[in-house]
């Protein structure tokens, strides 16, 4: 599912959800693949706004969805640091990576679907540290607040190889989460 709850980004355009009506079709999906056989459905967050609402779904359902067991990745501090590394590993810093529209986000387009990224109109927005007043601010006010354009980090750097490596570090921890959850491991 694309988008979700994205109300502090404050770009002309953006399309949120109320957290009661996002919650309510995830309620619905996993209810629908449960009712079809699915025994357990897992549920990956790729936008920073949903991950709270995943967790809070998860503790008001106990996990269990119609006849299917729900099971949401949750950890979004988790997720941004794999790909943090990633970047880290390449002299990249937190702030030029970041994880909204930066280099990891773009660099993980270029990878997927390089056609739809136009690199001559990459950008740099807010890349100085998100600490935690910066974080209050972003969600207070949007993203607007930190960067006129959205991006948070600088799109500039962004290249496929690294894309995939990024790819490949968040399949290895959802892989390595699911599997501790749910109890199966990967051939």
């Known amino acids: 599912m694309a988008g979700g709850l994205s109300p502090p980004h404050g770009v002309p355009g953006t399309i949120t959800l109320?957290?009661?009506?996002?919650?309510?079709?995830?309620?619905?999906?996993?209810?629908?693949l449960g009712a079809h056989g699915f025994e357990t459905v897992l549920v990956i967050p790729s936008h920073g706004g949903n991950f709270g609402p995943l967790r809070e779904l998860e503790a008001e359902t106990g996990?269990?969805?119609?006849?299917a067991r729900f099971v949401p990745y949750t950890d979004l501090l988790r997720f941004v640091e794999v790909m943090s590394e990633v970047g880290l590993a390449d002299g990249l810093p937190a702030e030029v990576s970041e994880s909204h529209a930066g280099e990891a986000e773009t660099s993980?387009?270029?990878?997927?679907?390089p056609a739809l990224v136009a690199m001559d109109r990459a950008v740099a927005g807010y890349d100085k540290p998100l600490d935690a007043e910066m974080a209050a601010r972003l969600f207070e006010f949007g993203t607007t607040a930190l960067s006129e354009v959205g991006v948070l980090g600088d799109a500039r750097?962004?290249?496929a190889e690294r894309?995939?490596?990024y790819l490949d570090v968040l399949v290895d921890l959802l892989v390595g989460?699911?599997?501790?959850?749910?109890g199966t491991t990967s051939a």
């Open 157 to 159: 750097p962004a290249t």
């Open 108 to 113: 993980i387009l270029l990878a997927l679907t």
């Open 63 to 67: 996990g269990r969805i119609g006849g």
């Open 18 to 32: 109320t957290p009661q009506t996002f919650k309510s079709i995830v309620t619905e999906y996993v209810g629908s």
């Open 177 to 182: 989460y699911f599997g501790q959850t749910t």
């Open 163 to 165: 894309g995939g490596r």
